[in-house]
């Protein structure tokens, strides 16, 4: 999957190839798909919900530029694949998913493989999580209609916040920089994800 999918593709930060290269993704899914495990697709995962195709993880994480030191917000944790993948380049990583029982079995493999800079917390992660702020870097892993404000409030000056925005027609994976107190916006092309639920 790593030679293929990722450097294949154009993934080339050696931060994020050596993550990949560290989490076992087949503990991330139900047992029925572990031989799907390195298959570049999206897998189920329960409630509707889908652990994402790891091209996709790889540029959002690409996108992130973590040199090791961050404090890092992960909306919509799902499986806790991806706080595990950052867990391994990050300071500390924090993870929000609104289902509960996606959230708690996402904290038990995360505690069997070890991880412990890596924290889960069942929740409305278009809200954050204010007691942590400011994070260095923020992923969000659901499609919003718009960047939530708590989110961008608790961003870091410098910081990096990658979400994918859906209009009516389609998703746009978006990299948003706080520079200067001020928003910068990129497009980095079209993406596909299960939608960001916000409560408000
Ligand atoms: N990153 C996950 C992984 O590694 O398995 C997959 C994320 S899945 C594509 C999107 C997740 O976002 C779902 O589990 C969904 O329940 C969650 N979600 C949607 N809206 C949310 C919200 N407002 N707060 C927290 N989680 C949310």
Redesign the pocket.
Known sequence: MIEKDLIGRGIYNERVLYAFSKVPREE?VPPQYKHLAYEDY?LP?G?G????QPYM?AIMLQEMHLKGDEKVL??????????A?LAEICREVW?????AS?AEQ?RERLQKLGYTNAHIII?????GLPEQAPFDAILV??AGRRVPPALWEQLAEGGRLIIPLENEYSQILTVIEKKEGKMRKREAGPCL???????E
């Open positions: 991330f999206p995962i409630e919900q889908t652990i994402s993880v992960e909306v919509g944790a799902g499986s806790g694949y991806v706080v993948l993870g929000i998913e609104r289902i996606l996402a929740g409305d992660g278009s809200k892993s659901a994800f299960v939608p960001l639920i916000e409560e």
